[in-house]
């Protein structure tokens, strides 16, 4: 079992930037699926984007495209979302999700096992 806690989160004023951590507690796979999920107030669950730790394969929303990077140095180590440029738009609760199989869709948060509690993201015009 995964055990995912995000850290990371805080108020920043519009063109900041921020970087979110995962940490894993828990069992820790060579082969995961990583991904960032993000949810407005009244808004559905959001990817944000996606990154797998077997070919490094890194996947952007187009919301977020040229502004957003995941990263994670290796398997031991936290996965991070790097945010620059961030807009009010941007203000969410952003939450790490993991799936050890691979997801049918990247994008579809059904496809994670994993998740963490999510660390609030707040972006003033």
């Known amino acids: 079992q995964m055990q995912l806690a995000e850290s990371g989160g805080d108020s920043v004023a519009a063109g900041g930037s921020l970087s979110l951590s995962c940490s894993n507690s828990?069992?820790?796979?060579?082969?995961?699926?990583w991904a960032w999920f993000r949810q407005a107030p009244g808004a559905d669950l959001e990817a944000v984007a996606t990154?797998?730790?077997?070919?490094?394969?890194?996947r952007v929303s187009d919301s977020v495209k040229g502004r957003f990077t995941i990263s994670q140095d290796n398997v031991k180590n936290p996965m991070y979302l790097h945010m620059t440029n961030l807009k009010p738009e941007d203000t969410a609760m952003y939450s790490c999700?993991?799936?050890?199989?691979?997801?049918?869709?990247?994008?579809?948060?059904?496809?994670?096992?994993?998740w963490g509690q999510g660390t609030q993201v707040t972006v003033s015009p």
């Open positions: 828990g069992q820790s796979y060579r082969y995961v699926y």
């Open positions: 999700a993991a799936a050890i199989n691979r997801p049918k869709s990247p994008f579809s948060p059904d496809d994670y096992r994993y």
């Open positions: 990154f797998y730790t077997g070919n490094g394969g890194i």
